[in-house]
T-cell receptor
């Protein structure tokens, strides 16, 4: 069974602070994918990043960076110099790769989410 | 390119009624997945449809069902509504290729309230 744990329920920071959101996952699969999504108050989930289990390189995109460590089953997300617009609920998710004929499908297992509030 | 659209955006029903929610995926996307989001259970996978066939199903009772049409649009139905069915129902579409994974793009959701 797959499981994603986001131990931080709520985080509150002051603008320009750096903040790291933790994500720990469990899976029996050797091939899997990890994701981060952002959910602003409007409710729509916004895709941020995808990582597959064979690629442990860290990634940086602007103020966002991700640290994937297979040895500890963690996929942490850091926002540098946070801004008020970063306030949202952030979800980490895991997907196994289901091979069905010539197409692949999957379903996402989400963590509980971390409510990030950035205060001015 | 238009994103994933869901209708209606808000819905109020009473216990025992049934409801149908609609999802139109991004043009060209063939897979549609449905998720339920509640404060208590978080985001949970309901089912996935691909080429009008249900390929994957979460752990929900049979009151929850869905279907996909030839144009990839999808509907989900909940019969005999219970108070606990109050939730945000999110639809996601993806463009599936051979042995590759594609991101799921989510719609704005339908907020269902059961009274």
């Amino acid at each position: 069974a797959q499981k994603v744990t986001q131990a931080q329920t709520e985080i509150s920071v002051v603008e320009k602070e750096d903040v790291t959101l933790d994500c720990v996952y469990e899976t029996r699969d050797t091939t899997y994918y990890l994701f981060w999504y952002k959910q602003p108050p409007s409710g729509e989930l916004v895709f941020l990043i995808r990582r597959n289990s064979f690629d442990e390189q860290n990634e940086i995109s602007g103020r966002y960076s991700w640290n994937f460590q297979k040895s500890t089953s963690s996929f942490n997300f850091t926002i540098t110099a946070s801004q008020v617009v970063d306030s949202a609920v952030y979800f980490c998710a895991l997907s196994e790769a289901l091979q069905i004929q010539e197409t692949s499908g999957s379903r996402l297992t989400f963590g509980e989410g971390t409510q990030l509030t950035v205060n001015p | 390119k238009a994103g994933v659209t869901q209708t209606p955006r808000y819905l109020i029903k009473t216990r025992g009624q049934q409801v149908t929610l609609s999802c139109s995926p991004i043009s060209g996307h063939r897979s549609v997945s449905w998720y339920q989001q509640t404060p208590g259970q978080g985001l949970q996978f309901l089912f996935e449809y691909f080429s009008e066939t249900q390929r994957n199903k979460g752990n929900f009772p049979g009151r929850f069902s869905g279907r996909q049409f030839s144009n990839s649009r999808s509907e989900m139905n909940v019969s005999t509504l219970e108070l606990g069915d109050s939730a945000l129902y999110l639809c996601a579409s993806s463009l599936l290729g051979s042995y590759s994974y594609n991101e799921q793009f989510f719609g704005p959701g339908t907020r269902l309230t059961v009274l």
